[in-house]
Structure formats: structure tokens, C-alpha cells
């Protein structure tokens, strides 16, 4: 729960919230090409692109390219890392355009409550113990924007890269992140109301062999979440 790691593809809502703030829609379209930001020229996973894509089917294919050119277009890394501050992320985040790949590092449980706005129409929670009282919800974002960012994460998980996390008969959406050589697998999201936040990895840092947010961490969710009622 103390640890901070980076999330990968799992800090992408944060940039989509922010392009939709700025007046994007999820039927508006974002250009899957090459890029180059300075020296730095991030590349999509299977180096395939796909030309002008809807921001929903971006988050669903979890296009890096895209990530990069909406959060160049929505002000940049303070905008995104503001976004993200207003949702529950206390750490502090680079400011650079490397956070649009989640560069930055989170805690599982932080990450996991700054999901939550994205499914109870609009609202910031903050975890609590049994010990504490519970704080009363805030509103951080519109009840139409939440809206529409639950509507592409449950596209990620209906077509896009967290296919494995599905259960049959339940409203399931989330994201998937993955960093680079497998050193953390993440999925994180929402089933029926209710939040899971999953991540993998070693303690020392070590990579991992081939394990990926779509993979291991989506079916622990869905293994999760099948047992909820």
C-alpha cells in the first residue's frame, strides 16, 4: 500500500479527463503517428499505427502516440498532473511530456481512489481505516464528463486491452497499464459500483517475464469481481 510505482497505462484516464475538460468529446478524433517531443519519440506497443482514431477507441487500444498528442494539446504535463492532483494524486508528478505514459509514480491504493469520480458521477473519495471517519465526497469533476470516461473505460475493457477483465452480466470497465520490461502490471477499475485496483510486480524492481495489465492483473479482476455480489 506504501509503495510507489509508476502506473504506466493506467494514468492514461487522467489525460483523456483532461482533453474533455478542454472540450473534446469521445467522438472526436486523435492522430495514431509518429511523434517526436525533443529526443524522445514514444513508440506504440506493436508499433503499428493507426491513423485518426476517436479518443474512445485510443483509451480502448491504449495508444501511446495519442496519450502524448492530447496531453501536448490539453495544456500539457501541469494541466494532466492537475487533473490527476484534483482526482486523489498526492504525489508529486514529472512535468514533462513522458507523465501522458505514467512516468510519474503512485501508490495502489491512491490510484485506485482516483478512479472512483469516474463511476460515481463526478465525486472524489478518500480512503479511510475503520479507525477514521470517512470523508464526505467531493465534487472534482462534471456528472457529464464522468459520464463519458466511464463510458471509454468500459470500452477498454468491451474491445480494447482489458478484454480479460469482463464478467458476463456485469457493468465492468477499467484500464490497463503495463511499464516498460514488465516491471509493474496493472489494472485498475470498476465492477457493478464498486472499485479494484490491481498491480503486480517484484519488491526489488526486477522485470517480469511477459506480464502484462491485459493479461495476469485483468483476470485477477475478473476472478475478483465474479465473486462479488
Do not use: C
Not at 486523489?88 to 512535468?95: N, S, Y
Amino acid at each position: 500500500m506504501l509503495a510507489r510505482r509508476q502506473p504506466g497505462s493506467a494514468f492514461k484516464p487522467f489525460v483523456w479527463l483532461t482533453a474533455l475538460e478542454t472540450g473534446m468529446t469521445p467522438d472526436d478524433t486523435v492522430l495514431d503517428a509518429p511523434i517526436r517531443v525533443g529526443n524522445w519519440s514514444p513508440q506504440d506497443f506493436e508499433r503499428r499505427y493507426l491513423g485518426e482514431i476517436t479518443l474512445e477507441e485510443a483509451l480502448a487500444q491504449s495508444i501511446n502516440t495519442a496519450s502524448v498528442r492530447l496531453l501536448l494539446r490539453s495544456g500539457g504535463a501541469s494541466a494532466v498532473a492537475a487533473t490527476a492532483a484534483r482526482l486523489g494524486i498526492a504525489d508529486k508528478l514529472p512535468r514533462e511530456a513522458s507523465l501522458a505514459l505514467g512516468t510519474g509514480e503512485v501508490g495502489l491504493l491512491e490510484l485506485t481512489a482516483a478512479y472512483a469520480p469516474f463511476f460515481n458521477g463526478g465525486d472524489r473519495v478518500v480512503p479511510y481505516g475503520l479507525d477514521k471517519m470517512a470523508h464526505a465526497p467531493e465534487r472534482v469533476i462534471s456528472a457529464d464528463d464522468a459520464a463519458k470516461m466511464a463510458r471509454m473505460l468500459g470500452a477498454v475493457v468491451s474491445r480494447g486491452t482489458g478484454r480479460a477483465a469482463a464478467v458476463p452480466g456485469r457493468v465492468v470497465a477499467g484500464k490497463t497499464g503495463t511499464t516498460q520490461d514488465s516491471r509493474d502490471a496493472w489494472f485498475v477499475g470498476s465492477v457493478n459500483g464498486k472499485l479494484i485496483g490491481v498491480w503486480m510486480g517484484n519488491d526489488d524492481d526486477r522485470p517480469m517475464k511477459g506480464v502484462m495489465g491485459g493479461g495476469l492483473p485483468a483476470r485477477l479482476f475478473h476472478d475478483i469481481a465474479t465473486g462479488i455480489d
